[in-house]
């Protein structure tokens, strides 16, 4: 009898490709299928093995798989997505499954979770983070959707995932979209710790006077301690790359432009929606944005007088404070998406589980690093926790080190070096603690203008004044 599929692959594309094959040599037989049978006949050839077998129809596809079919989509975001349900519901059977692994926008998957839904199909719309490496060897799962249907595609996902102390890092997160809400948050809090490290770079070359090689040994240091992690051990390993074009390393020779395919943006709208403040995200985002205007800045660089300020610290002490306010940013940029998180979970009902979402980034995503045990243990201790700030060790850190975030962002203020994440941690640090918020003359401005009343501190109620005519 002809062997039936474990699971069918839809797009085979670096991240299809690579967890089609996870699959296949966790003992699953994978069948794999893309649009264009070119791709599929060249994944065949360059990465035979005896789990993948290849199918050149959807039909052929689906007619292969054990019920309940599984099905994986790992391709591109939006309109494509759609398209391919389309084309699968004919083909697909009360409970079966259809698995969207790419980073979807969760609107576009709780709409597509309650249209499958009247139709018997089940669909789990799952983040999966850890780029290429991940997906072959191991990345961070978060599954959202129906839970019975996760059960039936649990093993799988469980297998292929990577392992923080033995644990899979594969959790079910919550129904509908919540999986793709959450790799959303995930996604905003790598805007922010990146942009957070390109910041401690650019204050260690350009105050700090740095070379490549030196910058390569301060991050491969951060990489022993504290600041630990994924982000912190490439950004080393960069600053050694050398240029196969020209001579000198290859980061002198990237353009200084960054892009960005859309989930910190969603996550910075998603935030003013809910009304919670995650600017650092935002500012990641945004710092993305200013970066791709270059003629502009070159204009304006040469227009604008910068500011002459000098560096008062000695090259060691530069470092570590450097050190110091990158970690404590990182801090704040995690309370920061976990406050999002937080938010979300009460607006759609969710329950999510912040504990074991901090446990499954311990390992396989973009974000690993060793702060998330800190995470985790801050989440499960005190599930309850309103915010990571409030949390003893995080607290203690934050107290230890805010000097050293403000006085990283103080030396970039007096270089005219663009620090906004930096200066977001600050800023949110203070509005967070803020007793005077100023907010009391906001409340007056308002009933001023246009009458909209204002709240007291002696009384209860709500109030409006009759504000004095005269100038
Ligand atoms: C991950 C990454 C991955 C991808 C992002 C990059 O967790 O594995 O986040 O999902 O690299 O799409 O996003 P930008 O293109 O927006 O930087």
């Known amino acids: 009898m002809e062997m039936k599929m474990d699971i069918g692959m839809v797009g085979l594309a670096v991240m299809g490709r690579s967890l089609a094959l996870n699959m296949a040599d966790n003992g699953f037989q994978v069948g794999a299928y893309n649009r264009s049978s070119a791709v599929t006949e060249q994944v065949m050839r360059d990465h035979p093995h005896e789990n993948l077998h290849p199918y050149y129809s959807l039909i052929d596809l ?84 129906n839970p019975a249907a996760y059960e039936a595609v649990r093993p799988i996902l469980e297998a292929i995932s990577a392992k923080a102390e033995g644990q899979p ?65 490439i950004t080393a390993r960069i600053f050694r790359e050398h240029d196969d074009l020209t001579a000198g390393e290859l980061v002198d020779h990237i353009l200084d432009s960054a892009s960005q395919k859309g989930t910190g943006r969603w996550a910075s709208i998603e935030a003013l929606k809910q009304g919670v403040d995650i600017s650092m995200i935002t500012t990641a985002a945004n710092a993305r944005v200013m970066s791709n205007d270059l003629a502009r800045r070159e204009q304006a660089y040469r227009l604008i007088e910068r500011p002459t300020g000098k560096n008062p610290l000695e090259r060691t002490a530069l470092i570590e404070t450097v050190r110091q306010a990158l970690y404590t940013g990182k801090i704040i940029a995690y309370a920061q998406g976990f406050a999002l998180l937080r938010d979300a979970s009460e607006c759609y009902g969710w329950n999510l589980h912040f504990g074991e979402i901090a446990s499954i980034f311990r390992a396989g995503c973009i974000i690993q690093a060793a702060f998330l045990n800190d995470i985790t243990d801050a989440f499960c201790k005190q599930p309850a926790l309103s915010s990571l700030l409030f949390d003893e060790f995080f607290l203690s850190r934050v107290n230890k080190y805010q000097n050293s975030l403000r006085a990283a962002a103080t030396l970039g203020i007096s270089a005219g070096l663009a620090l906004p994440a930096t200066l977001a941690a600050v800023s949110y640090l203070d509005s967070f603690r803020a007793r005077a918020a100023g907010a009391n003359l906001i409340q007056a401005q308002r009933d001023f203008f246009g009458a909209h009343t204002y709240q007291r501190i002696d009384r209860e109620g709500i109030y409006h004044h009759e504000w004095s005519e005269k100038a």
């Open 62 to 145: 689906v007619s292969a798989l054990k019920r309940p079919r599984r099905v994986m989509l790992m391709i591109q975001a939006g309109k494509a997505v759609d398209t391919v349900i389309e084309q699968l519901i004919p083909l697909l059977d009360d409970g079966d499954m259809i698995l969207d692994g790419g980073n979807s926008f969760f609107e576009d998957t709780r709409r597509r979770a309650d249209y499958l839904a009247q139709r018997g199909i089940h669909y789990l719309g799952v983040g999966i983070s850890g780029g290429e490496e991940g997906a072959r060897r191991g990345p961070s799962i978060m599954p959202g959707g």
């Open 169 to 233: 890092c594969c959790a079910y997160i919550g129904p509908e979209g919540a999986g793709h809400y959450v790799k959303m948050v995930h996604n905003g809090i790598e805007y922010a710790d990146m942009q957070l490290i390109a910041e401690s770079y650019l204050l260690l070359k350009y105050v700090g006077g740095l070379t490549n090689a030196e910058l390569a040994e301060v991050y491969a240091a951060w990489d022993t301690g504290e600041l630990r992690s994924y982000l912190i051990g």
